[in-house]
């Protein structure tokens, strides 16, 4: 590993959001973000309830100049003083994603700087590591619109999938299950703040694979029966008793899964430290936050989660995945392609294919 200070830029379409971020690594490995813009496309796409590909990429077009542009002018530097380039190659909606990627190839030619084509998920692997220090090894709950999943992190191209969704992920079953209480889009956090109020304590809903063996997830189930009784919901307090059953629901499966992967997890690593990171949009969420938390703290890990900034997509974690690949020497050609599907880990989704589908199109 090289020993000196690395500044990236990093860049960030393979979704909603239009981000890009300065950041710099230094030998010791202590990470400073100099600057990290996001422009959210929500209002373009909330008229539709969901993300459509066709405006996302339009719209990443007409600003990925401008916002590359204030990134750069917000860290206070110029390309000369970039070490390398770091833009997410995927998965993602192809036609974002070739916005950000190409975009980035142009500044890599044109300034003869090193290419990182970085793997988003990688990013959401890394986020937490954007505001703490937390080595690897680490076991990791990704959980966001388009994954969830459960890794174990030995380091930066080392993840190990443990379980995955066998349907919808965490942040779409949240998303979907909100449209049905007839919440604006995007429904996570709009569902979190209707369930503030509201008293879980009434409604039974199902426990998808409970007691299963394995680290898999599904939320089908969950998403028919909270339809079912939203359509039978007549008041706002029934609203929000809803909305909070749903939301300890997802929490629930969320930790009793993550409970087996520690299991798992301890059993693989004996005397080691043992620690635990979520990561991804769902993290945002203060409910599952809080029970993965006595999760991790009951099991004997220490817990870590992204600041709420770097929980959603921003373009600081692609930029920091970017810079730790760039420290092992690890960069791409100018031909590295745009992938609308792209695996953490390749081995494992090839022997166990998952089935991710979803309004993001299937990322995983
Ligand atoms: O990581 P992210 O920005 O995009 C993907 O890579 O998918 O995650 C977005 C997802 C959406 O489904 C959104 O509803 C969910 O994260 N989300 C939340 C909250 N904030 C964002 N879900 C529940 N509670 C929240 N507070
Ligand atoms: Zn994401």
């Known amino acids: 590993m090289t020993a000196e200070s690395l500044t990236l830029l990093g860049l960030e379409t393979s979704c909603d959001e239009t981000a890009a971020a300065v950041l710099r690594r230094h030998g010791d490995g202590r990470v400073e973000v100099l600057s990290s813009i996001i422009a959210s496309q929500i209002a373009e796409h909330a008229p539709y309830g969901g993300v459509v590909p066709e405006i996302a990429a339009r719209s990443h077009v007409e600003s990925i100049d401008a916002i590359a542009a204030e990134a750069m002018a917000g860290a206070g530097i110029g390309y000369g003083d970039l070490s390398g380039i770091a833009a997410t190659a995927g998965p993602g909606l192809v036609g974002g994603v070739m916005v950000g990627l190409s975009f980035g190839k142009a500044v890599a030619l044109a300034r003869n700087l090193p290419l990182v084509a970085v793997n988003h998920l990688e990013g959401h692997a890394v986020s937490a590591r954007l505001a703490a220090d937390i080595p690897y090894p680490f076991l990791l709950l990704l959980v966001s619109g388009g994954h969830c999943q459960l890794l174990t992190v030995d380091g930066i191209g080392a993840c190990h999938r443990m379980g995955s969704t066998i349907d919808d992920a965490a942040g779409e079953a949240f998303d979907k299950i909100a449209k049905t209480l007839g919440l604006p889009y995007p429904g996570g956090p709009a569902l979190e703040r209707l369930a503030a109020e509201g008293d879980a304590s009434g409604i039974t809903l199902p426990r998808a694979l409970l007691g299963r063996e394995g680290c898999d997830f599904s939320f089908s189930g969950l998403k028919t029966a ?35 992967a520690m299991v798992t997890y301890r059993a693989a690593h004996p005397g080691e430290t043992l620690r635990f990171v979520v990561a ?3 993290a945002a969420n203060r409910h599952v936050r809080e029970r993965l938390q006595a999760t991790a703290t009951a099991r004997g890990f220490s817990f870590d989660a992204p600041p709420l900034v770097y929980c959603t997509d921003n373009a600081a974690m692609i930029a920091l995945a970017g810079a730790e690949r760039l420290a092992l020497g690890l960069t791409d050609g100018l031909d590295a392609p745009a992938r609308p599907r792209w695996p953490l880990d390749t081995a494992s989704a090839a022997a166990n294919p998952t089935h991710t589908p979803g309004r993001k199109g299937a990322k995983a």
């Open 226 to 260: 909270a339809a079912r009784l939203a359509e039978a919901v007549t008041d706002e307090a029934g609203r929000r008793n809803l909305a909070a059953a749903v939301q300890v629901a997802i929490a629930r499966q969320l930790t009793e899964r993550t409970d087996r």
């Open 280 to 282: 991804g949009g769902v």
